[in-house]
């Protein structure tokens, strides 16, 4: 009786063994509506979750068959996602957001994966950084103290100004991420950095520093030809000055904001409506990239990976200055900085409505959103393109097949808490845009 009771007590155990593993299989299998697609991308390390989603099988995990391709400029990337011949593209963050918020070309967008942290520099010329120099203050090694703040440029542009030429910098989109660094960067030393207006959308009315447009590949060629005096953009073409020995980074945006987002990965909101399972499937291998990304043995393969010539393209050695834990400012001086490239850590893939919001900000201080608006539409306007359950349903079915462990998984309603880690100690809390817009000396006031 004993032994039946036993054969029958094992029988159900492996039973529910089965009818779980069964469930499981079935939380695993979504049914995908569109598994041919065609990502867009820019030139830049910070594509790198795409690159290895594709070539490490993720999305073919996922039952998707994903071609990435290389666009010419972010603008070219926004109109062909807009217009359906992408299906999804790596983006600056200011571009669905720009979209949905009034400024440029209009359109429903959706970002449920945040690409990176960090990521991007200011360069100046090898000319610029010598009259610069001699107002840094220098360490007990006798190299320039860290981070450099832009009073060290102010009276170098002053120099400039007095000899008749208008200091001129590059960055990659009015919208960029790169737009608004080097703005809070200048202007957190007093510098202004120029005001956009409903009919002046050149962003350069009052400005000290006349700041251009210039697509992220160029920014090296641009420099050296002399047309524009520093930039900022991201990596590998800080990296590349330096090999080049054309200019010097000066600062990075982990000093300018500490972990602040970078790109993100855009698709629209009709695509997504059509095609729910599939934009999560998308988003599940690019969140076990971002992982693979963050391992620090990966990292070797990953800059072999980037530097091939359907990706980013750049020389392995520039790539590897910053993937792999260092940044090289002056030749020489390569310092240590682990969390330049972040993709997974600090929940770097998840979509912060707060996040959103400091680009929000940045528009509304500088004119692109000519207006003054009220405290509810910070909210409601990120809410509509920010989309973190997009991003929870992934992670959840990562979770269940033993990908991510739970704990990866913030419990958020979708705010980080306030913080001061940016150049200037500035406080930023994303539930009080307004202030945050009016405690600024420089910059349009609500």
């Known amino acids: 009786m004993l032994f039946a009771l036993l054969i029958a007590s094992c029988g159900g155990k492996t039973k529910k063994a089965t009818t779980e593993a069964t469930e499981e299989a079935k939380v695993a299998t979504l049914e995908i509506e569109k598994p041919q697609l065609t990502f867009g991308f820019i030139k830049l390390t910070d594509m790198a979750p795409l690159a290895i989603a594709k070539e490490k099988g993720f999305f073919e995990e996922e039952g998707l068959f994903v071609s990435v391709e290389a666009q010419s400029n972010w603008k070219n990337i926004l109109d062909r996602v807009i217009d359906g011949q992408l299906d999804g593209s790596h ?65 170098v542009i002053s120099e400039y100004k007095n000899s008749g030429k208008a200091f001129k910098m590059g960055m990659v989109f009015p919208v960029s991420t790169h737009n608004y660094e080097i703005r809070y960067w200048l202007a957190a030393a007093g510098i202004h950095p120029g005001m956009y207006t409903k009919d002046n959308v050149q962003g350069q009315i009052d400005a000290e520093v006349l700041l251009s447009v210039t697509p992220p590949p160029q920014m090296p060629a641009t420099l050296e030809a002399g047309t524009i005096y520093g930039y900022c953009v991201g990596e590998p073409w800080n990296q590349q000055a330096v090999f080049k020995g054309i200019g010097v980074p000066v600062v990075t945006n982990y000093d300018i904001w500490k972990n602040n987002p970078e790109k993100v990965f855009v698709m629209t909101k009709q695509f997504v409506e059509e095609n729910p399972n599939t934009a999560i499937a998308v988003t599940k291998a690019l969140i076990r990239a971002g992982k693979w990304l963050d391992e620090p043995s990966n990292r070797a393969e990953a800059v072999k990976i980037l530097s091939m010539s359907q990706y980013v393209g750049a020389d392995e050695a520039v790539l590897a200055n910053s993937m792999t834990g260092t940044f090289e400012f002056e030749k020489g001086d390569k310092r240590s900085m682990p969390d330049f490239n972040v993709f997974y850590k600090y929940n770097a893939t998840y979509p912060f409505y707060s996040d959103g919001t ?62 001061t880690d940016f150049i200037d100690g500035t406080k930023f809390d994303a539930k009080d845009p307004i202030g945050y817009i009016n405690s600024f000396s420089i910059g349009n006031k609500d």
């Open 91 to 155: 983006m600056l963050a200011g571009q669905p957001i720009a979209a949905g918020a009034g400024f440029g070309r209009q359109a429903e967008l959706v970002t449920p994966f945040s690409m990176d942290l960090n990521g991007n520099g200011i360069t100046v010329s090898n000319d610029v950084w010598s009259k610069m120099k001699v107002n840094v203050p220098k360490g007990a090694d006798g190299k320039p103290v860290h981070p450099i703040k832009a009073d060290a440029l102010k009276p």
């Open 358 to 419: 400091w680009f929000l900000t940045q528009m509304r201080r500088w004119g692109q959103i000519p207006e003054a608006k009220p405290v509810e539409w910070y909210a409601k306007t990120i809410k509509d393109i920010y989309r973190p359950d997009i991003w929870e349903k992934a992670a959840k079915l990562l979770v269940a097949e033993g990908h991510i462990p739970a704990a990866d998984i913030p419990v958020t309603d979708g705010y980080k808490p306030a913080t």
